[in-house]
Each structure stands twice: as structure tokens, then as C-alpha cells.
T-cell receptor, first 112, second 118 residues
Framework: AQSVSQHNHHVILSEAASLELGCNYS??????LFWYVQYPGQHLQLLLK??????LVKGIKGFEAEFIKSKFSFNLRKPSVQWSDTAEYFC??????????FGKGTRLSVIA | DTGVSQNPRHKITKRGQNVTFRCDPI?????LYWYRQTLGQGPEFLTY????????KSRLLSDRFSAERPKGSFSTLEIQRTEQGDSAMYLC????????????????FGSGTQLSVL
């Protein structure tokens, strides 16, 4: 079965700082990888996903993630965060026909 | 608005009571998922349907939990004899799965039903 580890529980950054949120998964086969975001008071929504091709994936709002197969990682990055990026970020994985498995999430607080 | 609707938004109940939640997915979506989320955790998979067929249930889903999706449209999740440990946010998501690759599948989540068992 797949599992996902998110290293940071809570990250606090100043506006314009660069962001990198760690995500590692455990599964030996081919996987699909996702980042979901939950803004305060809103539902979960897809930020970006990887399932084949270029391991550097670009998503909405300037976010990107890089799949490094040898490290079983799919870290999320953004060069310059804004106050509006304050949210909870979830990494998720699935394989074949299995349902999405989520990590515990990382809460990002961006301060002015 | 994602188009996935969940009712009620909040439910407070006493231990031992039965509760039922409803999820209305996006109309053309053939897959419907139930997840549970507690504070400080990510969503945990409970069960999912493809049209009206329930294809998989998690070991988290005890025999007090039952889910249905009659006619492949809306779904209900019932919890019988609720316990305090059932307190959580219950999330519904739907998707349109057309191919064999799960990478093509995009889940749309509802806002959830927050259950508090006293």
C-alpha cells in the first residue's frame, strides 16, 4: 500500500520568501502524485499533478513540483509566496486503480 | 463552487445515535468517494463508488458505517450507534473516470460535513 510523508507540520514565511514543502511517498511501482490545497474556509482543490512525462510540473498560482523518482519525492515549490498562499497543503499519491492516499498536510502561514 | 454539495454542513449528535450524511456529486461524474479528516491529519479514504457499485471499502470503515449510491447519483453515508471517536469532517469527492489511468482522474471535493459526537 502507498503512504505519504510530509515533513513539515507548520511553515511560517514572510511575503516574497521562497517556499519548498517536502513530500515523500513509499511505493515501489508507478505512481501518480498530486498536491492539493485547502484555503481557510474552503474545500480541497487540486494544485497540480504528475503522472507521466516531464518530472517538473507547473500548477496554478505559480506553484511547481518536481518528481524525483530516485528519492521517492515530490516537493512543492514557489519562488515568492504571497499572503494569499496561506493555506493547508496536502501531498497525495495513487497507483493503478487505488484511491488517493493523502499525507498529513503542511500548514503554511504567510506574514506581511 | 466545485459543484459537489454536502449536507448537512454541521451535525451534532449524542453518542449512540444514528446519523446520515448526503453528498450530491457533479452531475456527469461517475465516481464518488468518501473520506474522513480529523484535526491535524490528511483525508483518510473510507469508500468509493463507480456509478452505483461500491468498489472498495477501507478497513477504517467498521460495520457501523454504511454507504449507498442508488442509481449512481447522490450518495449517503450512515453511521449507526455513533461513538465519540467518529467525530471528524466527512468529505465527499467526485470525478469523471474515463480511462484506465488514475493519473487522469481529478477529484472535486465538497465542503464536508463536520460531525461532533457528544
Amino acid at each position: 500500500a502507498q503512504s505519504v510523508s510530509q515533513h513539515n507540520h507548520h511553515v511560517i514565511l514572510s511575503e516574497a520568501a521562497s517556499l519548498e514543502l517536502g513530500c515523500n511517498y513509499s511505493y515501489g511501482g508507478t505512481v501518480n502524485l498530486f498536491w492539493y490545497v485547502q484555503y481557510p474556509g474552503q474545500h480541497l482543490q487540486l494544485l497540480l499533478k504528475y503522472f507521466s512525462g516531464d518530472p517538473l510540473v507547473k500548477g496554478i498560482k505559480g506553484f511547481e513540483a518536481e518528481f524525483i523518482k530516485s528519492k521517492f519525492s515530490f516537493n512543492l515549490r514557489k519562488p515568492s509566496v504571497q499572503w494569499s498562499d496561506t493555506a493547508e497543503y496536502f501531498c497525495a499519491v495513487n497507483a493503478g486503480n487505488t484511491p488517493l492516499v493523502f499525507g498529513k498536510g503542511t500548514r503554511l502561514s504567510v506574514i506581511a | 463552487d466545485t459543484g459537489v454539495s454536502q449536507n448537512p454542513r454541521h451535525k451534532i449528535t449524542k453518542r449512540g445515535q444514528n446519523v446520515t450524511f448526503r453528498c450530491d456529486p457533479i452531475s456527469e461524474h461517475n465516481r464518488l468517494y468518501w473520506y474522513r479528516q480529523t484535526l491535524g491529519q490528511g483525508p483518510e479514504f473510507l469508500t468509493y463508488f463507480q456509478n452505483e457499485a461500491q468498489l472498495e471499502k477501507s478497513r477504517l470503515l467498521s460495520d457501523r458505517f454504511s454507504a449507498e449510491r442508488p442509481k449512481g447519483s447522490f450518495s449517503t453515508l450512515e453511521i449507526q450507534r455513533t461513538e465519540q471517536g467518529d467525530s471528524a469532517m466527512y468529505l465527499c469527492a467526485s470525478s469523471l473516470r474515463t480511462g484506465t489511468s488514475s493519473g487522469d482522474e481529478k477529484l472535486f471535493f465538497g465542503s464536508g460535513t463536520q460531525l461532533s459526537v457528544l
